[in-house]
T-cell receptor
Framework: SAVISQKPSRDICQRGTSLTIQCQVDSQVTMMFWYRQQPGQSLTLIATANQGSEATYESGFVIDKFPISRPNLTFSTLTVSNMSPEDSSIYLC????????????FGPGTRLLVL | AQSVTQLDSQVPVFEEAPVELRCNYSSSVSVYLFWYVQYPNQGLQLLLKYLSGSTLVKGINGFEAEFNKSQTSFHLRKPSVHISDTAEYFCAVSATGNQFYFGTGTSLTVIP
């Protein structure tokens, strides 16, 4: 299995500001993903983070709002830009690799509250 | 595309009683199936998974699930629950191993 860490674990931000969330995996993964989990709801995939190229975004999510970087196989960042209270959510990253038998492993999440 | 239905949004159960959390999926191709647990203020932890082989899968913390292809189900069971099992449980399906589709979750509350 993979051990995935995220920073920060939680934050309270003012509207109009931006927050960058970091995700670190303890071993190389072929794929990394970013999810949003709004209060009391299931997970919604934001994008697939591609190493060295632009992320692949799901419908309803755009690069200007959620820029993603993945400079290497073990690290990715998600920025939530120009935040509004509607962005208050848990943001989760996950990793999946050939050694993980088709399984996604998740980080502990970043709990974001936008005032 | 695939989809997952978790029919029970909330399941209260007394401590030491058995529990079953239901999961049904739809897919036109073969799938991989997963159950994840989310404890309060934590991320998702893998409970168990079905990739191939035996349809009865055993996971951590005494949980097990059975893949039923004819009924397109992957119900999660535990014969005797503990207070510590109180959490949110998510069923997920994947066809290619890349895109995961999650159910809406079942909140399990174990009553002392």
């Amino acid at each position: 299995s993979a051990v995935i860490s995220q920073k920060p674990s939680r934050d309270i931000c003012q509207r109009g500001t931006s927050l960058t969330i970091q995700c670190q995996v303890d071993s190389q993964v072929t794929m990394m993903f970013w999810y949003r989990q709004q209060p009391g709801q299931s997970l919604t995939l934001i994008a697939t983070a591609n190493q060295g190229s632009e992320a692949t975004y799901e419908s309803g999510f755009v690069i200007d709002k959620f820029p993603i970087s993945r400079p290497n196989l073990t690290f990715s960042t998600l920025t939530v830009s120009n935040m509004s209270p509607e962005d208050s959510s848990i943001y989760l990253c996950s990793g999946m690799g050939q050694d993980y038998q088709e399984t996604q492993y998740f980080g502990p999440g970043t709990r974001l509250l936008v005032l | 595309a695939q989809s997952v239905t978790q029919l029970d949004s909330q399941v209260p159960v007394f401590e030491e009683a058995p529990v079953e959390l239901r999961c049904n999926y739809s897919s036109s191709v073969s799938v991989y199936l997963f159950w994840y647990v989310q404890y309060p203020n934590q991320g998702l932890q893998l409970l168990l998974k079905y990739l191939s082989g035996s349809t009865l899968v055993k996971g951590i913390n005494g949980f097990e699930a059975e893949f039923n292809k004819s009924q397109t189900s992957f119900h999660l069971r535990k014969p005797s629950v503990h207070i510590s099992d109180t959490a949110e449980y998510f069923c997920a399906v994947s066809a290619t191993g890349n895109q995961f589709y999650f159910g809406t979750g079942t909140s399990l509350t174990v009553i002392p």
